[in-house]
T-cell receptor
Framework: AQTVTQSQPEMSVQEAETVTLSCTYD???????LFWYKQPPSRQMILVIR??????QNATENRFSVNFQKAAKSFSLKISDSQLGDAAMYFC???????????????FGTGTRLKVLA | KAGVTQTPRYLIKTRGQQVTLSCSPI?????VSWYQQTPGQGLQFLFEYFSETQRNKGNFPGRFSGRQFSNSRSEMNVSTLELGDSALYLCASSLVASSGNTIYFGEGSWLTVV
């Protein structure tokens, strides 16, 4: 069974600095997708960035980028120029490609609470 | 474009009762998935519906069920409520039930079982 592990329950970063959130996963599948979601106090989950496992190039979305190491099964999120609005719970998620079974279950990590210090 | 709408936002139920939560997806989205979020278990996938058919199911007891209507709106039902069912229930929609599709979440329904 697939698992997603976020080993940092909480992280802090100074405003304008850079922070990296860690995520590791375990799977025997070759076709899958990885995501980072942000959950602010409003509790509405917002997609931050996604990565297709078949793509070697790391995904980037403005100040957010990932370091995808497929062999190591690692998927870390780097936030550059941190802003107060980045403070939230961040979840790493795995979704099976389901090419054979047709199942596309999402599996989420336990989350990392990011605090941004002014 | 309106986002994913979940109703009710907050509700309190008594043990043994049953509850129905509703989710209206983004216009044009045909896939709806449900998740349970608790402090102890984190975020867990419940099930996913597409074209009125359940496509995927998580590891939850049969007390948790759902359905999808022809207009893509979805409901989930929990029967014989237990204290442990207290949670934030999140609904998400996507265009189709495909692994690569981005899913968009609603604000959730807070269920408290007393």
């Amino acid at each position: 069974a697939q698992t997603v592990t976020q080993s940092q329950p909480e992280m802090s970063v100074q405003e304008a600095e850079t922070v990296t959130l860690s995520c590791t996963y375990d799977t025997s599948e070759s076709d899958y997708y990885l995501f980072w979601y942000k959950q602010p106090p409003s509790r509405q989950m917002i997609l931050v960035i996604r990565q297709e496992a078949y793509k070697q190039q790391n995904a980037t979305e403005n100040r957010f980028s990932v370091n995808f190491q497929k062999a190591a099964k690692s998927f870390s999120l780097k936030i550059s120029d941190s802003q107060l609005g980045d403070a939230a719970m961040y979840f790493c998620a795995y979704r099976s490609g389901g090419s054979t079974s047709g199942t596309y279950k999402y599996i989420f990590g336990t989350g990392t609470r990011l605090k941004v210090l002014a | 474009k309106a986002g994913v709408t979940q109703t009710p936002r907050y509700l309190i139920k008594t043990r043994g009762q049953q509850v129905t939560l509703s989710c209206s997806p983004i216009s044009g989205h045909r896939s709806v998935s449900w998740y349970q979020q608790t402090p102890g278990q984190g975020l867990q996938f419940l099930f996913e519906y597409f074209s009125e058919t359940q496509r995927n199911k998580g590891n939850f007891p049969g007390r948790f069920s759902g359905r999808q209507f022809s207009n893509s709106r979805s409901e989930m039902n929990v029967s014989t409520l237990e204290l442990g069912d207290s949670a934030l229930y999140l609904c998400a929609s996507s265009l189709v039930a495909s692994s690569g599709n981005t899913i968009y979440f609603g604000e959730g329904s807070w269920l408290t079982v007393v």
